[in-house]
């Protein structure tokens, strides 16, 4: 699809970065359809299905009629095999398998910059967006899973398939690591926008960040579908870096310095406790 008038599934509807989309696919003219477990008390006028993403009956009813599909349900940190298993990668295909029998050719996959930790920060230029996958987790290795389905579904089915690998995707930068692997709301809008209306379409992997100063991220992958941030972490970077701020500043660890998966790949990565999907 090429325009702004089309019916788009959104898996994890009710997450924050649902949240960052929802009101401007609509302000574009989507019709969206949110799928999650739970319907937010603010349902943004969207059609709703309260679902797992493992359940493939209730996922074939939810995408009946869909041009496209925004995936981004999914467990976002370090937690147990079977529940990234079950999760991320199982339900990843699942998503990906009604989509095909639903006739959808478009599918949008909220990978992570996770799947590619162990890849070192450069001293100098950028990381390709289709760098080798190397992930600092089991959270990292269910994205790493998340990709080559989504490679698999393009080689095999002809899908259109977009994996974005997004860094930081907050309301603002907090850290020093952000400073250079921010992602911004809006150009997280962009950047999904792009993915639906480019003509470009394929197999990619794509890096989710923005136009910040001291990025290392590369932008072609973006720039071949029309995608081009707007947002500078730099503007933030008196606040984040104040050495009078309560707790003083949220300099680079380590980790930060040396992976692009920073703490992720310490011995205690970020983590949730085990849950569903």
Known sequence: MTDSTGRIAITGAAGSLAGDLIGGLQRDGYSIVGIDQR????????????????????????????????????????????????????????????????????????????????????????????????????????????????????????????????????????????LSAWLSPADALRLFTACLTTSNGGFHTIWGVSANTRNYLSGDGGEAIGFFPRDNAEDYADAVLDPDQEGGPTLASQWDRQYLGGDFCSPNPPRLKSRSA
Request: a negative charge; glycine letters at 8%.
């Open 39 to 178: 319907t937010p008390a603010d349902a943004c006028a969207a059609e709703w299905f309260e679902c797992s993403i493992t359940d493939r009956d209730a996922l074939a009813i939810a995408l009946e009629g869909c041009d496209a599909v925004i995936h981004l349900a999914g467990i976002p940190l370090e937690t147990e095999w079977g529940d990234l298993l079950r999760t991320n990668i199982d339900g990843t295909q699942a998503v990906l398998e009604m989509a095909r029998q639903a006739g959808i050719r478009r599918v949008v996959l909220a990978s992570s910059i996770h799947s590619a930790g162990y890849v070192e920060v450069p001293d100098d230029g950028k990381v390709d967006d289709d760098v080798v996958v190397r992930p600092d987790t089991f959270y990292g290795v269910s994205k790493a899973a998340v990709e080559a389905l989504g490679s698999l579904y393009h080689y095999r089915h002809g899908m259109d398939i977009f994996c974005l690998r997004i860094a930081g995707r907050f309301q603002r930068p907090h850290d020093e690591r952000m």
